[in-house]
């Protein structure tokens, strides 16, 4: 039996954007039916619109090896896996992805690596130097976020030098039995290691956090409760929590038999229920969704409160180059291309966004949250999401273009002389706004 008192009273504290508790975000998960979903589903999408507006930042993953020292049963880089082929890029390699990407359009990247033992933290930081020097008529990539191994508070420290935007690590799962049955061997065998990465990265002075959860582990309500413990001890002793949380669920990854059934299977309705939730609960941590997911539970989703997603990815290490490539470390299923994921953001009203100037302008950790909470980061998002289309529009879009004409159409509705003007001067040929 739901007790609607208590329902509404949780539904009234999330409309006043001031997150929930663990107790009330479990009592939601597990209050899930017909009725109570299609009122948590209007409460994610008001709050989305309200904080993120229309804007979904895009991003690509570039995956750098694919050697392993771990045994993760759901994982498709698992050292024990003969089905694939292992790679590691060197700098011609990585050049020519990062080359292929920038003529895409992409202004992101998300930097992923297994934990190769031939892959040291200063190589890997040479590679982010080399992927931020790289520049063409298409521009280059500005912001360059990691998904890697966690690292002792000495190599943060590197990353940091290496100016990273986020760096991501997900616990997978908060269930430490779990956890260890999963976790054959190797360095991320080590539960406690990995929970306090994000604490270790944080002292190092890496202040945009990325966590997250591998749904089909785990009971989702019972994961959902860890994470949120896991931010609770985060903001209690930093200050901070999270600039974003992902939401992976266990695909299909070729030699990795627990992805072939995973041991709790979410169905897509239950999926979209949890990220509402999670939106209403944690209002101003960006939401990410990857290509795991296909492209209408994607477009829903973003409805609900996903704020970035990747577009055109690959999940293997060197498979933009070779686009054959078959050693993914898991299926991808939304396999557009980002310029047919614009287009498609841009049909339903949304404003794609390259923009990464919040991180080059200082306004990360703390700074963020506060210019978030109270709505002023909208001044500044708003504007830079749409330069940033513009951008887009003008390097890779001929004039015709329908994108052209959602572009003026987004500018004429906001009815901004200042931004009319400089979307103007970036039609026009004024490019790299943001460097
Ligand atoms: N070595 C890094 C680490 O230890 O975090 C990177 C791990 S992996 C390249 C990035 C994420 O992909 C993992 O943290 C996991 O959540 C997710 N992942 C792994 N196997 C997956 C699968 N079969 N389906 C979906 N996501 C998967």
Redesign the pocket.
């Known amino acids: 039996m739901i007790d609607v008192i208590r329902l509404k009273d949780i539904l009234e504290k999330a409309e006043d954007l001031s997150g929930l508790c663990i107790e009330d975000v479990t009592y939601l998960l597990t209050a899930f039916n017909e009725e109570v979903r299609e009122r948590v589903y209007d409460l994610a999408s008001k709050i989305k619109n309200k904080i993120y507006g229309k804007r979904i930042v895009l991003f690509a993953p570039l995956y750098i090896s694919n050697f392993c020292q771990n045994v993760c049963l759901?994982?498709?880089?698992h050292k024990s896996n003969v089905e694939i082929t292992r790679k590691r890029l060197d700098h011609d390699i990585l050049k020519k992805e990062v080359e292929i990407l920038i003529n895409q359009g992409v202004k992101r990247v998300l930097l992923?690596?297994?934990?190769d033992p031939d892959l040291s933290i200063d190589r890997i930081c040479e590679f982010i130097n080399s992927i931020y020097s790289l520049k063409n008529h298409n521009g280059s990539i500005r912001r360059v976020n990691v998904?890697?191994?966690?690292l002792s508070i000495e190599e943060f420290k590197k990353l940091k030098s290496a100016k990273i935007g986020t760096y991501q690590?997900?616990q997978?799962t908060y269930n430490i039995e779990k956890y260890k049955k999963y976790h054959l061997s190797g360095p991320?065998s080590d539960y406690k290691f990995r929970y306090e990465a994000p604490f270790r990265a944080l002292e190092a002075g890496i202040d945009d956090i990325g966590m997250?959860v591998?749904f089909g582990l785990d009971n989702p309500i019972s994961e959902v409760a860890g994470l949120l413990k896991h931010i609770d001890e985060m903001k209690k002793v930093y200050g901070v929590g999270p600039h974003t949380i992902s939401v992976?669920?266990?695909?299909f990854?070729k030699g990795?038999k627990l992805?072939y059934n995973p041991p709790y299977k979410i169905d897509d309705e239950y999926f979209c229920y949890l990220v509402s939730v999670l939106r209403i609960a944690v209002p101003y941590t960006g939401i990410i969704l990857s290509t795991?997911e296909p492209r209408d539970l994607r477009d829903k989703l973003i409805n609900l409160g996903v704020s970035q997603i990747s577009a055109g990815s690959s999940t293997s290490p060197g498979g933009y180059l070779n686009k054959d490539e078959k050693d993914e470390?898991?299926t991808v299923s939304d396999n557009r291309s980002l310029n047919e994921v614009v287009q498609s953001l841009a049909r339903s009203g949304y404003i794609p966004s390259f923009c990464t100037a919040c991180y080059r302008k200082g306004r990360t950790g703390e700074i963020f949250m506060e210019l978030a909470s109270d709505g002023r980061i909208k001044k500044f998002c708003d504007r830079n999401a749409i330069l940033s289309f513009a951008e887009y529009v003008a390097s890779f879009v001929d004039n015709n273009s329908e994108l052209r004409d959602f572009l003026e159409r987004m500018v004429l509705d906001m009815g901004d002389e200042y931004l009319n003007s400089r979307v103007f001067e970036v039609l026009n040929g004024q490019k790299d706004v943001f460097i």
Request: proline share 7%; net charge positive; with cysteine.
């Open positions: 759901y994982c498709g880089f992923v690596a297994s934990e998904n890697i191994a966690p690590v997900f997978e991320k997250g591998l992976p669920r266990l695909k990854a990795a992805s795991r470390q898991f």
